[in-house]
Structure formats: C-alpha cells, structure tokens
C-alpha cells in the first residue's frame, strides 16, 4: 500500500497477529493498527506482542470491540477506520460487516460459512464501500488459483467448457499418530463446521450440495499420500461463477490416511444430537493435540480436453512452511490465511469499488502475484 491508511483488525488471536504484522512489515507505507477484541486485555496483549514482533516503527492501538452495544470509544475507532478486517468467529461476521457499512469502511473476512456469507452479501448490496468475502486460505487463496487455472486451461487449449476442477487444501501437521491421525493447527470449531455443513459442488454441469464427507478418496502429492474428502465452504461462490463451464467441480480437504475413518466413527457414537458441530468439537479437543509446527498443502487440478479432442490435465501444488516475519516465527496457517486479507485490504483501499467482490470476480493472476500473497505463496 502506498499510502497511509488506518486498519481496524477484529479479533486477537493467531490470524489476527499474522496480518498485523505482514501489514507492518511488507508495506510501502506503514499503516495505523486498531486491534479490537471482546476481551480488552487479549487486545492490548496482542498489541504489544505485534509491537515486540517487527522490525519496524509502527503505531498500534488496542480496543474492546462488542459485538452487540456501540460504545463511544468504537464509534471513535469506526470514524477514523479506512477498513476492517475480519478475523473473529465466522458467526459474528455480520454484525462486522454491518459496521463497516455503516461507518463508511471498506470490509474483508475469511469464513467459510455459507449462510453468514449470504447475510452479507444481502446487507451490503448498495454499500458505498467495498466488500471482499472469503478471503482466506479455503475459501479464498484457493479458489483464485483454481480459477486461474480454469481461464489457462481455456486460453492455452482454445476450448470454453472443461471436464473437471479441482481444488483441495491440506491444513496438517508434519507427523500424525493413531487413532485419530491430525493435530490441530487452526480453529477446532472451523473444523467440526467444514464437517458436519453440506458442500456445494457442481455435478453433470450444475452447482448442487452434497453432505461433507461423503466422497472419500486417496490421492498422491508430490510423491505423498493423502486422503480428500468434500467439506463445506472452500468452493465459495466458484459453484455459481462456473456452472455449465465446468462438469465436476469440488474442494475438498486434505487429510493423512485414517483420520476420516476415525471422524466417521466419533460420529457414529455421538450418534443424533441436537448440537453436532459442538459435541463432535469437544470430542475432538478431548482427543486431539494443538501442535505448532504445521505444514499447508495445497493442489488444484484442470482437466478436460482440447480443441483437437486429446485429453489434457493441468496442475499446481505447493507446500508452504511457517515463515518468520519480522522478529516472530509464524505457522504456515497464520501466513497463508493472512497473506490473502493482507492482499485484499490492499485491493480494496486502492480502489473505488463498492458492494460485495465475491471470490470469482477477482480478476486471479495480479491478485495472486501481489506483494503480501506472493512472498507467502511464491508467485505463479
């Protein structure tokens, strides 16, 4: 960004940290922080770990942030904010996004929840800011890449329709053990969501839903076996984007051999229950370990076939370790989830776009290439 501008980031948790401190690091032009979070003290906390974590001067300023009574010191924060950046719980997302709207900010968040994105999507119809929604790592980083390959496929083999598109994303750590062969290295509720909601996927040329983890299958990347397997939200809005463009069209996530078979089996004992996102979290936090040292890994695939009728596949994978920015070590999840906010507060302040952007009208390559996703990710 090369001018100066002030961000609010909602939320004091891992992601927040991360896009505070690419922004501190990686901009032309050092921007003002406001860290707001429900608890003040988790925000102050996080304000002066940022401080201690970068290299470079900066002024950053903690806030409590209600997600339900305006106080003075918010309307302060709100009046003098260029933009908020979304880093709380998918289900307060709305009431961000209302914020913005009505405080005149720009607005950028990453969940993957479906109905909270179809709230937004309604209320900032005739905003005068801009909105980019799903900007993350799945739903976001990915579907800009699947994206990107679809219009290369295209291009390079003169065709307008393909056979399949996929994507799939891996958030894993780099060694399992049995039963449950995982560790969590970001949100344990996010997961529990990602599968236990329905995946929207196109099908015979149709955008449809189908129930998460109900499409098992084992796949090899760059030599390493995983297992995939449709979860909810990592398509975004690609479904609507591209039907009758593509056949079969999904994402889905990556996984060691045997954690889906354990998954499959905590459900069958929780059994019909009135909360199962809940009861299948807290059975997962009962049993499996929070582990730092993460690793993300990445695929998307093209195929179909050309204008000469020969059967083409076209694919990127990638593997993205934590990164030290600054002074502070980050996990791989906190860079790769934060490098696409980053980014996309850097396409919104510098543009004079208004209402939702929505992951398919991004235009993917200058997205993709740009100077937060790229030193993240590699350029592609």
Same mark, same amino acid.
């Given at each position: 960004?090369?001018?100066?501008?002030?961000?609010?980031?909602?939320?004091?948790?891992?992601?927040?940290?991360?896009?505070?401190?690419?922004?501190?690091?990686?901009?032309?032009?050092?921007?003002?922080?406001?860290?707001?979070?429900?608890?003040?003290?988790?925000?102050?906390?996080?304000? !002066?770990?940022?401080?201690?974590?970068?290299?470079?001067?900066?002024?950053?300023?903690?806030?409590?942030?209600?997600?339900? !009574?305006?106080?003075?010191?918010?309307?302060?924060?709100?009046?003098?904010?260029?933009?908020?950046?979304?880093?709380?719980?998918?289900?307060?997302?709305?009431?961000?996004?209302?914020?913005?709207?009505?405080?005149?900010?720009?607005?950028?968040?990453?969940? !993957?929840?479906?109905? !909270?994105?179809?709230?937004?999507?309604?209320?900032?119809?005739?905003?005068?800011?801009?909105?980019?929604?799903?900007?993350?790592?799945?739903?976001?980083?990915?579907?800009?890449?699947?994206?990107?390959?679809?219009?290369?496929?295209?291009?390079?083999?003169?065709?307008?329709?393909?056979?399949?598109?996929?994507?799939?994303?891996?958030?894993?750590?780099?060694?399992?053990?049995?039963?449950?062969?995982?560790?969590?290295?970001?949100? /344990?509720?996010?997961?529990?969501?990602?599968?236990?909601?329905?995946?929207?996927?196109?099908?015979?040329?149709?955008?449809?839903?189908? /129930?998460?983890?109900?499409?098992?299958?084992?796949?090899?990347?760059?030599?390493?076996?995983?297992?995939?397997?449709?979860?909810?939200?990592?398509?975004?809005?690609?479904?609507?984007?591209?039907?009758?463009?593509?056949?079969?069209?999904?994402?889905?996530?990556?996984?060691?051999?045997?954690?889906?078979?354990?998954?499959?089996?905590?459900?069958?004992?929780?059994?019909?229950?009135?909360? /199962?996102?809940?009861?299948?979290?807290?059975?997962?936090?009962?049993?499996?370990?929070?582990?730092?040292?993460?690793?993300?890994?990445?695929?998307?695939?093209?195929?179909?076939?050309?204008?000469?009728?020969?059967?083409?596949?076209?694919?990127?994978?990638?593997?993205?370790? /934590?990164?030290?920015?600054?002074?502070?070590?980050?996990?791989?999840?906190?860079?790769?989830?934060?490098?696409?906010?980053?980014?996309?507060?850097?396409?919104?302040?510098?543009?004079?776009?208004?209402?939702?952007?929505?992951?398919?009208?991004?235009?993917?390559?200058?997205?993709?290439?740009?100077?937060?996703?790229?030193?993240?990710?590699?350029?592609?």
């Amino acid at each position: 960004m090369k001018k100066h501008f002030n961000i609010i980031i909602a939320g004091a948790g891992g992601i927040a940290e991360a896009v505070a401190l690419l922004l501190i690091e990686w901009s032309e032009v050092t921007p003002t922080l406001f860290i707001g979070n429900r608890t003040y003290t988790n925000a102050y906390h996080l304000a !002066e770990r940022i401080k201690s974590g970068t290299t470079k001067s900066c002024t950053i300023e903690a806030f409590q942030l209600s997600g339900t !009574e305006v106080s003075d010191e918010m309307v302060s924060v709100f009046k003098k904010g260029d933009i908020i950046l979304d880093c709380l719980p998918g289900s307060l997302a709305p009431k961000m996004a209302q914020y913005a709207k009505f405080f005149g900010m720009h607005y950028a968040n990453l969940t !993957e929840y479906v109905d !909270e994105t179809e709230e937004i999507i309604t209320l900032a119809q005739k905003a005068n800011t801009g909105f980019v929604l799903q900007t993350g790592l799945a739903p976001g980083y990915i579907d800009l890449l699947g994206h990107a390959l679809f219009q290369r496929f295209c291009k390079d083999f003169e065709v307008d329709k393909v056979d399949k598109l996929e994507m799939k994303v891996g958030a894993l750590t780099k060694n399992a053990i049995a039963p449950h062969f995982y560790g969590f290295t970001w949100s /344990p509720v996010g997961v529990a969501t990602e599968y236990l909601k329905d995946a929207i996927v196109i099908r015979d040329s149709k955008k449809t839903m189908l /129930p998460s983890l109900s499409e098992r299958a084992k796949i090899i990347i760059n030599g390493m076996q995983y297992e995939e397997d449709l979860t909810s939200g990592g398509a975004a809005d690609l479904p609507d984007a591209l039907s009758g463009k593509v056949h079969t069209l999904d994402y889905k996530t990556l996984r060691f051999p045997g954690h889906y078979s354990w998954v499959k089996e905590q459900l069958a004992i929780l059994g019909t229950t009135d909360d /199962p996102i809940k009861k299948l979290q807290d059975k997962m936090q009962s049993l499996i370990p929070h582990i730092e040292e993460d690793q993300i890994i990445i695929y998307a695939a093209v195929e179909g076939k050309d204008s000469h009728g020969i059967l083409r596949r076209i694919e990127i994978d990638k593997c993205i370790l /934590p990164l030290k920015v600054g002074n502070q070590q980050l996990r791989a999840i906190q860079t790769t989830t934060a490098a696409p906010l980053a980014q996309a507060a850097q396409f919104l302040l510098e543009s004079d776009l208004k209402g939702v952007i929505l992951q398919s009208q991004i235009d993917p390559i200058p997205f993709l290439n740009g100077n937060y996703i790229s030193k993240v990710y590699g350029n592609i």
